[in-house]
Structure formats: structure tokens, C-alpha cells
């Protein structure tokens, strides 16, 4: 594993995350405080889109995979075949939803209950929604170089400039033009086009031998990624029933009211699972380019090397969630009667990522080893139940928000505490447990982190968006302590320390 390369690629992704966080967190205050009962929409038409990536992921979730593989092997016309075919498979996918998403736009209030006045507003946000989705799926096969030579920095780098791109945009429309829902739909559309030219440009550079050529598609290889990658959507459907219909629920159940709230609750779990993300993301093009070179020590060396440090950089922000919640809300939505509903939503739709965090990586997994079936039926499963005892907790009891927040999370824990370890131990032939540690590590780290942040807020009162920072920064810096000796081992440390002394040398002769 090339740590150099590892070091860059993560520090330009976790760039790409805080740019995010920032626009995420100033968007969702504005929104909410000018357009009412608006900021739900957002988050609802994306999930709805989730149900075309279902479909798409089928063909795309195993694509990184196969041209990864062929181009190590130096199979060059293997890797064009795979490259062609996805391409215009993904165009022919995009002509075939085109009509039903017109359809969800022109007769959206039939679907949804939006309040008069702003409904043309949130049909032109959706339509933007669905074309950014069209541009993000012709052209995601471009994405694929820079996976597969591991310049993961190369993209977030074009990521960082379309990003700031958007924060531009976004700025200039809010601050000088009446606020509508539409704007964020358009700074998508702009931010996935800047991504989409930089990732074409990269291929022609890093991979002139990739030629997208009609007569190199081939419908064997479709077919090929399909079979394996039906799987992935089944997995993606589980995801979608366990989580991915709460505010769609919210809406249609109870009000566009709650589903707002539930929204802009979910703002913090769904940034910190996006963090996962990236980070996971760093890992898998050296999983795969490892197991491609069937070197199964360097495989598993990755796999606890990501294990740990999602656990080093997840656990600290999962247990300062859940310690100064309640004042983060109350700062940011000071305007809302709801703030302690905020709260709790937030950590129950959190709770799940105390174990995932641990394991995130696992699921990667079963992907590159092709065994992706019973996850997959595993994760329908599970969805199928969530949406089956939140429809019936709404029926009998008062939970409300709290039943469509609650059961994903309850069930989420129960799969990764048992399936998802075991499984990946399974298919990686080691010892069931093998994973479990990490868990157990990952649990004792958010522990530790939350008391930390309990106690700083008896020590030291917060009142202000200053003592919050202030507060929470000293308690960082400890709780980066802490994780260093709890989840770093002995050879990490030292070599930490060697890095430091290293560095302090050389400034010291400077």
C-alpha cells in the first residue's frame, strides 16, 4: 500500500467533505428560515432518484471492478470493452427513464403534498434533480480512471473546484435574488458537469489507450456486469427500504411539516455516513488493486488500516453529536419550537453508525470477492422489515417521527453486530471473529469521546456559537488523545513520533 499516495488521496477527499459540510450546513439554515416547510423537498426528490440508481447501479457498482482488474492485467482491449459498454449502456438507461421522470415532475403534487404556493418552485427543483442525475450517470464511467490508477486526488480535486463553483452560485442567487428551492438543483447540475469534464480530460491523459468505441460494446459484458451487479441493487433497495423512504413516509403519513423536520434532522447523520464515504473510498481502489495481485496479506493490511482510522476520525464527531446535540440545535435552528425533536431524531438515525463505522469498509468486500448475493437478500431483507413495522407503528401507536427514525437504526445494529462481520470473515476464509474487535474497539472509542464532551459541558457552560467552538476544539484535541492510544497500535504510534521528531529536526537545523 502506498501510504504517500494514501495520504494525498485522503486529505483531498476529506477537503471535498468539509466544502460539502459548509455548504449543507449554511444552505439548510437559509432554506428553512425563507421558504417554509421547503427544505424537505430537497432531500425527498434526491431519495426518490435513489430509486433510478437502483437500476443503474445493477450495471455501474461492479464497472470499477472489472476495468480495474483488466487494465493490471494489461488486458487493454478487455478494459476498452468493459469502458464502451458501460458508457452506452448508461445512455440507453437515461433515454429509458427520461419519460417517467418527466411524468414525476408535471403531476408531482399528485404524489406528494406541497403547498400551493411554492409547488412550481419545487417541480423545477426535481427537474434539475433528475437532469443532474442523467449527466451524473452517462458520464460516471470517466470516473473509473482515476479509481483504477488510484488518483482518487485527481477527482476531488476537480470535486473541490466544482464544489466552490456551487458555493459561488448558490451565493450570488440567494444573496441578490429572491430565495427559491430550484437554486440548489441548478448548482448540481453545474457541479456534476465541472466533474464530468474533468474526469473525460483525465481519461484522455492517464489512459490513451481507452478508446470508447462503438464497435468495442459488448452486450456479453453488459450482461456480464449485470448478473453480478444485480446483486448491488438488491443491496441498494435493502439501503433504500431501510432509510431511504423516511421523509417520502414523513410526507405522505403525516405532514410536509414533519417531513421537513425529519429532513433537516437527518442533515448531520447523513453528512457523517457521507464522510464514511470518502474515506472507505480511499481504501477500495488498494482492496481491489491488492486482491487483483492475490496478495491477501496486503489485502487484509488495508482492511484494518481503514478500519482503523474510520474508527480514529468517525467515533470523534459520532460522540460529539450525541454530547453537544442539544446546544448545536438550539444555535442553529434558534427560530424553530422544535429543537429537542431535532435532537433526538438526529441520534436515533445516528445510532446505527456506532457499529458501521467500525466495518464500514466490509461491504467493499463482498463486492470485489463476487459474493454479493446473500448480503444482498440480507439487506432486502432487513429493508422489507424496517418498512413493514414503521407502516404498522404508524397505524397503532402515536411514535410518529420517531417509529420512521427509529426502526432503520434498530435493525441496522442487528444486522452489522451479526451478519456483516461474520460474513465478510466468511469470505475472506479467517475466523468469524475476526472483525469483532474492531466493533468492540470502535464502541469503547465513542464511549470514551462522549463522556469527555459530557463532562467539559458541566465544567464549562455553552451559550454561544464561540463557547461551543472553543469548548469543543479543547475537548478535541483530547479526544484525538484519547484515540491515540486506544485505536492506534504500538507500531503506528511509534512511527507517528518518528515523523514528529523527523520534522521537528529538520526545523530545528532550519
Given amino acids: 500500500m502506498d501510504k504517500k499516495r494514501l495520504a494525498i488521496n485522503m486529505s483531498a477527499q476529506l477537503l471535498v467533505f468539509v466544502i460539502n459540510l459548509g455548504i449543507s450546513f449554511v444552505l439548510t439554515s437559509v432554506i428553512d428560515s425563507n421558504i417554509s416547510d ?4 430537497i432531500k425527498t426528490a434526491n431519495d426518490i432518484v435513489i430509486w433510478a440508481q437502483i437500476v443503474v447501479s445493477a450495471l ?6 472489472f476495468i480495474t482488474i483488466q487494465l493490471h492485467k494489461q488486458n487493454h482491449q478487455g478494459a476498452n470493452e468493459y469502458f464502451a459498454s458501460v458508457f452506452y449502456a448508461n445512455l440507453m438507461m437515461a433515454g429509458i427513464f427520461l419519460i417517467p421522470a418527466v411524468c414525476v415532475v408535471l403531476f408531482l403534487n399528485q404524489l406528494l403534498q406541497v403547498p400551493g404556493e411554492i409547488l412550481r418552485d419545487v417541480q423545477l427543483l426535481w427537474g434539475f434533480v433528475f437532469l443532474n442525475f442523467f449527466v451524473s450517470i452517462t458520464t460516471s464511467v470517466f470516473g473509473v480512471t482515476t479509481y483504477s490508477l488510484n488518483r482518487l486526488e485527481l477527482t476531488s480535486l476537480a470535486t473541490i473546484v466544482s464544489e466552490l463553483s456551487r458555493v459561488l452560485l448558490l451565493f450570488i442567487t440567494y444573496r441578490f435574488f429572491p430565495a427559491y428551492l430550484w437554486y440548489v438543483g441548478l448548482g448540481s447540475v453545474v457541479a456534476t458537469g465541472i466533474v464530468a469534464v474533468a474526469n473525460f480530460r483525465f481519461t484522455r491523459r492517464l489512459l490513451p489507450q481507452i478508446q470508447i468505441r462503438r464497435d468495442s460494446f459488448r452486450w456479453d459484458k453488459v450482461r456480464e456486469l449485470i448478473s453480478l451487479g444485480a446483486w448491488n441493487s438488491v443491496t441498494r433497495l435493502g439501503q433504500v427500504l431501510l432509510d431511504g423512504l423516511d421523509t417520502f413516509i414523513a410526507n405522505v403519513f403525516i405532514s410536509a411539516a414533519a417531513m421537513n423536520s425529519l429532513a433537516i434532522a437527518k442533515q448531520i447523520p447523513t453528512m457523517l455516513s457521507s464522510l464514511m464515504g470518502t474515506v472507505v473510498g480511499v481504501f477500495t481502489p488498494s482492496i481491489t488493486i491488492a486482491y487483483a495481485r492475490e496478495d ?3 489485502l487484509l493490511d488495508v482492511i484494518k488500516s481503514s478500519n482503523r482510522i474510520m474508527i480514529f476520525m468517525m467515533s470523534i464527531p459520532i460522540a460529539f453529536v450525541v454530547a453537544y446535540g442539544r446546544v448545536f440545535f438550539s444555535l442553529w435552528m434558534h427560530w424553530r419550537q422544535d429543537q429537542e425533536l431535532l435532537y433526538r431524531l438526529a441520534v436515533l438515525s445516528m445510532a446505527v453508525l456506532f457499529v458501521s463505522a467500525s466495518i464500514q469498509v466490509l461491504y467493499h468486500v463482498f463486492i470485489i470477492t463476487k459474493k454479493v448475493r446473500v448480503n444482498s437478500l440480507v439487506m432486502v431483507g432487513s429493508g422489507a422489515l424496517t418498512t413493514a413495522i414503521v407502516f404498522g407503528l404508524l397505524q397503532v401507536t402515536d411514535l410518529g417521527l420517531y417509529a420512521i427514525a427509529g426502526v432503520s ?10 451478519f456483516t462481520p461474520i460474513y465478510a470473515a466468511r469470505c475472506l476464509d479467517l475466523k468469524w471473529n475476526y472483525f469483532y474487535g474492531d466493533i468492540f474497539m470502535g464502541l469503547l472509542s465513542i464511549g470514551c469521546i462522549w463522556l469527555l464532551g459530557v463532562l467539559s459541558q458541566q465544567l464549562f457552560p455553552i451559550h454561544s456559537w464561540a463557547g461551543l467552538f472553543l469548548v469543543g476544539c479543547s475537548t478535541g484535541v483530547v479526544a484525538l488523545g484519547v484515540n ?8 503506528e504510534r ?11 529536526g529538520r526545523q530545528a537545523r532550519e
Fill in 484 to 491: 491515540f492510544f486506544i485505536v492506534l497500535g504500538k507500531s
Fill in 296 to 298: 491477501k496479506q496486503e
Fill in 409 to 418: 437504526t434498530v435493525i441496522g445494529l442487528i444486522r452489522n453486530l451479526t
Fill in 38 to 41: 421547503g427544505y424537505g423537498f
Fill in 494 to 504: 511509534e512511527m507517528i513520533f518518528g515523523k514528529l521528531k523527523e520534522k521537528l
Fill in 60 to 65: 455501474n457498482t461492479m464497472a470499477s471492478r
